[in-house]
């Protein structure tokens, strides 16, 4: 989508909230779904459109309602919670309030297990490579190692599992070589040199494999 046709959608949403906003009020079940989709594809494009903080405060407006809408019982909303509490992570982490983004993070986490466990095959991947992976990173930023080598650690072991049943789509990813370079730089922080040589030499295997691959096709 070029920057015209983001500022148009934009401004196509901005004239839909004001009639969502009222009709939510008179028919809910049917109009609050549609409002906190809205607001969080409102959110998506500003955020790319570089207008931040417009994003931020629809993502919040949006976690509201559905949190709201999880009240139900319904599992239905629980990718859409899921991606705008990871989305508010990152632009909490880019701020440097990374109390609040541990907390967001932290709670995609936990949704992105439950997701994965009901349904691996569409949820297992971002597991790895975006809740476990955007939490590990944020710890080791902060200086909380163990905590970001526990993370790093089942993000990789989820990875070598894919790869496994999958070599063909997942072994050239470029998540599960960041992920297992990202472990191995938290080895070293924490001392671990034994465990960091180990994984360094499994790196070495990937990227050859991978070169092989490459080159055989």
Do not use: H, W
Not at 117 to 128: C, R
Request: charged share 30%; hydrophobic share 35%.
């Amino acid at each position: 989508m070029t920057t015209k046709e983001q500022n148009a959608t934009i401004e196509k949403y901005l004239k839909e909230l004001p009639r969502l906003q009222k009709l939510k009020e008179t028919d809910p079940v049917v109009y609050l779904p549609r409002l906190a989709n809205t607001l969080k594809n409102l959110a998506v494009l500003q955020s790319q459109n570089g207008r931040f903080n417009e994003a931020e405060d629809n993502y919040i407006e949006a976690l509201g309602i559905y949190r709201k809408l999880m009240e139900t019982g319904s599992d239905v909303y629980l990718p859409d919670l899921a991606l705008v509490l990871n989305n508010l992570a990152i632009r909490q982490n880019t701020n440097r309030r990374y109390e609040e983004a541990e907390s967001y993070y932290t709670e995609a986490l936990e949704i992105k297990r439950k997701l994965a466990e009901a349904n691996p095959d569409e949820y297992l991947y971002g597991l790895a490579a975006m809740s476990l992976y955007n939490l590990a990173t944020l710890q080791s930023r902060i200086g909380r190692y163990k905590e970001a080598e526990s993370n790093y650690t089942e993000a990789l072991e989820i990875f070598q599992k894919l790869v496994e049943t999958n070599p063909d789509e997942y072994l050239s990813d470029f998540a599960y070589t960041l992920i297992l370079e990202c472990l191995i730089e938290v080895k070293e922080k924490l001392s671990k040199t034994d465990e960091a040589e180990e994984l360094k030499k499994k790196l070495v295997e990937i990227k050859k494999r991978v070169k092989n691959e490459t080159e055989s096709n």
